[in-house]
């Protein structure tokens, strides 16, 4: 190559490189909103809101305007997104009595608005998942209130105005917007108590590993399957699960679904693990700010985040979810605990009893009815990852939980009845 080809080559190398920023597709690129689901009954619905990527969002309600015949609603502002086509053209139809249809639409460049059509004003909370990025609204029918601002103050006060109007500012993800809740009350008396047990993981997702290869998915389906086969022969209880498979089933769907069958009580089973070879014991969690680091990092192995992004989350411990069962699931999971221990100790040899704790576990975000998650054992110790595998090992933790239900539920029945 001559001099001035080569002179002629790295001139054009060196402009191409100054100018690639201008023209990268990361500047033009738009997160894709890539489905809306739902969970729904008469008093409450849960609607998703999948993305392609993380993406900054702002939610807010405009109330009902007979005039020009337009519904209360909700209404997602997300910034730097696009939508694709098919959800454009096809609305979600929920015509529960509760909400209409949600819609999404092109607001302005760049920005995509998510509405929801409500029947009536409902109390209603919106908060975000990520790995995968999911916008979560939950819709409380009970709760027919004054929406007011969240009181963080980084958020911007709700819209007064029409949809055509300007979009809000928009707020980083995790942080949430509520209407002013509605406490749930007590569950209505329908003859049985109705559990939910929702074994962790499953399908694609193996969760923790034991130095054998036991997988958590599978030990947790078989505790899950005890628990709701003996909870089937007490004429007390009707036992359910998110699921009797290896599947998959996205975090928020097993909340969703437990409050969909309007289930009294509900129980994440899961196993532990940690770096450290030598933890061991029992613990159950209810839904809150992490007690301690190993909380932490459990709950982000759990919600399948790493550390940094759990951190970055806020949750609303004492709201429409939580607020009215707290006590309850504080209750419920110190007798699982309990019973537990008392049923293993000894029997398998000594097991340390971690006790009651607390972190910020996706799947029982929003869940409307006592809700706790049980890890029972270290699959990433080898001699409990060795009782993992035997019959009776499994057979007396589910026999524990099974007990304590038992408890919790009967004593809470009565309460609610009166006697």
Do not use: C
Not at 203 to 219: C, F, Q, S, Y
Not at 361 to 378: I, K, N, P
């Amino acid at each position: 190559m001559s001099q001035p080809s080569r002179y002629f080559l790295a001139a054009f190398l060196a402009a191409s490189f100054l100018l690639a920023p201008l023209v990268s597709p990361t500047h033009a690129a738009h997160v894709a909103v890539s489905g809306i689901r739902f969970w729904t009954n008469e008093e409450y619905t849960r609607v998703a809101v999948d993305l392609a990527d993380e993406a900054k969002y702002e939610a807010n309600f405009l109330r009902a305007d007979p005039g020009r015949g337009l519904p209360p609603r909700i209404f997602i502002d997300i910034e730097g997104a696009d939508v694709r086509e098919e959800i454009l053209r096809r609305p979600v139809q929920v015509r529960n009595g509760l909400l209409k249809v949600v819609r999404a639409g092109r607001f302005r460049k760049g920005v995509v608005r998510v509405v929801i059509d409500l029947e009536r004003e409902s109390g209603y909370r919106v908060f975000s998942m990520t790995d995968p990025f999911r916008i979560i609204v939950d819709i409380d029918g009970k709760a027919e209130t004054e929406h007011a601002p969240s009181t963080d103050a980084a958020n911007t006060p709700p819209a007064e105005g029409k949809d055509a109007g300007p979009a809000p500012p928009a707020q980083p993800p995790g942080a949430e917007t509520a209407g002013t809740p509605e406490i749930p009350s007590a569950p209505p008396a329908r003859g049985k108590i109705r559990v939910m047990l929702d074994p962790g993981h499953g399908g694609k997702d193996p969760g923790a590993i034991g130095p054998t290869g036991l997988k958590e998915k599978d030990v947790v389906l078989a505790i899950g399957r005890m628990v709701r086969d003996r909870l089937a022969r007490d004429g007390t209880f009707e036992a359910r699960m998110t699921r009797d498979s290896d599947v998959f089933i996205p975090l928020e769907e097993r909340t969703a679904m437990a409050n969909e069958a309007k289930a009294d009580i509900f129980v994440s089973l899961h196993i532990n693990a940690s770096t450290n070879r030598k933890a061991e014991g029992f613990s159950t969690y209810v839904l809150s700010r992490a007690s301690d680091r190993h909380s932490l990092e459990l709950a982000a192995r759990e919600n399948g985040v790493p550390v940094a992004k759990l951190t970055a989350v806020k949750f609303i411990i004492d709201d429409l979810s939580t607020y009215g069962r707290k006590k309850e699931s504080l209750r419920l999971a110190k007798t699982v605990n309990d019973a537990i221990v008392k049923n293993v100790n000894g029997r398998f040899g000594k097991v340390q009893d971690l006790g009651l704790k607390q972190a910020p576990f996706y799947v029982l975000v929003g869940a409307r009815m006592t809700a706790v998650l049980v890890e029972s054992s270290f699959i990433t110790n080898r001699r409990e990852e060795a009782r993992l595998y035997d019959p009776e090992y499994l057979a007396a933790i589910a026999d524990s939980v099974v007990e304590a239900i038992r408890y919790y539920g009967k004593k809470g029945a009565m309460a609610h009845a009166g006697l």
